[in-house]
């Protein structure tokens, strides 16, 4: 059974740019968060999909939105991007809309120059 | 306003003796309690978790202590191995939104 996978590993965006991650959840799961972790820091909730809606958002400005597929696939889309976006971002799936066990995929680091 | 706090950034400890990671947290609203380990270049990996109806879960060499009373809980290894040096994240969800709100994480090193 395939666990969460994340593409692409790492990536390297110029200031002004959009960018797209990929996430597949775990088999079986149907909800899909997005966290992004800065250096030293514990992850911070981006936002939730459910259903193909977003269900939940952290304080993140609308430069960061995304989409949840048919297949419970999701997308984390930033615009505009800025220095301070440089992070790694972790997508996790689970069950029950998030409430229980959360299972991260390996993340994607984005590196903003 | 940080939620969770692990007030310790590190923890060494010598390999076979029990390692205890902290955690507190303020919002009330809390009701269920994770941690995680987490490797450098991997994403977080579950290790075990804890309902706020509950006050202890062990899984093998792990065990959670959960205090609401005090809005703390700890993470005990027993007995500590080298392969456990990682940083270890507490993490709280609230029912209603389903959002994890991690700690800074304390960095455990287990010396051989």
């Known amino acids: 059974d395939a666990g969460v996978t994340q593409s692409p590993t790492h990536l390297i965006k110029t200031r002004g740019q959009q960018v797209t991650l990929r996430c597949s959840p775990k088999?079986?799961?149907?909800?899909v968060s997005w966290y992004q972790q800065a250096l030293g820091q514990g992850p911070q909730f981006i936002f939730q999909?459910?259903?193909?809606?977003?269900?939940q958002r952290g304080n993140f400005p609308d430069r960061f939105s995304g989409h949840q597929f048919p297949n419970y696939s999701s997308e984390l889309n930033v615009n505009a991007l800025l220095l301070g976006d440089s992070a790694l971002y972790l997508c996790?799936?689970?069950?029950?809309?998030?409430?229980?066990?959360?299972?991260f995929g390996p993340g994607t680091r984005l590196t903003v120059l | 306003d940080q939620q969770v706090k692990q007030n310790s950034p590190s923890l060494s400890v010598q390999e076979g003796r029990i390692s205890i990671l902290n955690c507190d947290y303020t919002?009330?609203?809390?009701?269920?309690f994770l941690w995680y380990k987490k490797y450098p270049a991997e994403g977080p990996t579950f290790l075990i978790s804890?309902?706020?109806?509950?006050d202890k879960n062990e899984d093998g060499r792990f065990t959670v202590f959960l205090n609401k009373s005090a809005k703390h809980l700890s993470l005990h290894i027993v007995p500590s191995q080298p392969g456990d040096s990682a940083v270890y994240f507490c993490?709280?969800?609230?029912?209603?939104?389903?959002?994890?709100?991690f700690g800074q994480g304390t960095t455990l090193q287990v010396k051989p």
């Open positions: 804890i309902s706020s109806i509950k």
């Open positions: 088999s079986g799961h149907d909800t």
């Open positions: 919002n009330s609203m809390f009701d269920y």
């Open positions: 996790a799936s689970s069950l029950l809309k998030g409430w229980g066990e959360q299972f």
């Open positions: 993490a709280a969800l609230s029912g209603n939104t389903g959002k994890l709100i």
């Open positions: 999909y459910y259903e193909e809606e977003e269900r």
